[in-house]
């Protein structure tokens, strides 16, 4: 079992920036490739971004680039999601998710799943 927490959401103005964590426990951070998501109010679950076992390759959603950054620590077991130039649209829950082998769009292939964090932008 991989248990994450997600932290670092909280209420920001339109064009603000947050950086999200994600911290990782229970086997080893390095096997698993990652993928951040998020989910709106009435709307299904997104893919936002993801990255390799390694962070040697990424993954973004056409909405979120240019602005997002996806990173990790694996000697700290910790992901990372810096937002810049924030916008209405971001407003959801933002979860973190692990898997063996994914970092890309396909929630089904996601093995384990945080709780959650709330960022709201206010524009």
């Known amino acids: 079992q991989v248990q994450l927490v997600e932290s670092g959401g909280r209420l920001v103005q339109a064009g603000g920036s947050l950086r999200l964590s994600c911290a990782a426990s229970g086997r080893t951070f390095s096997n698993y490739a990652m993928g951040w998501f998020r989910q709106a109010p009435g709307k299904e679950r997104e893919f936002v971004t993801g990255?390799?076992?390694?962070?040697?390759?990424?993954n973004y959603a056409d909405s979120v680039k240019g602005r997002f950054t996806i990173s990790r620590d694996n000697a700290k077991n910790t992901m990372y999601l810096q937002m810049n130039s924030l916008k209405s649209e971001d407003t959801a829950v933002y979860y973190c998710?692990?898997?063996?082998?994914?970092?890309?769009?396909?929630?089904?292939?996601?093995?384990?799943w945080g709780q959650g964090t709330q960022v709201t932008v206010s524009s």
């Open positions: 998710a692990a898997n063996r082998n994914h970092w890309g769009p396909a929630k089904r292939l996601y093995d384990y």
């Open positions: 990255i390799s076992r390694d962070g040697g390759s990424t």
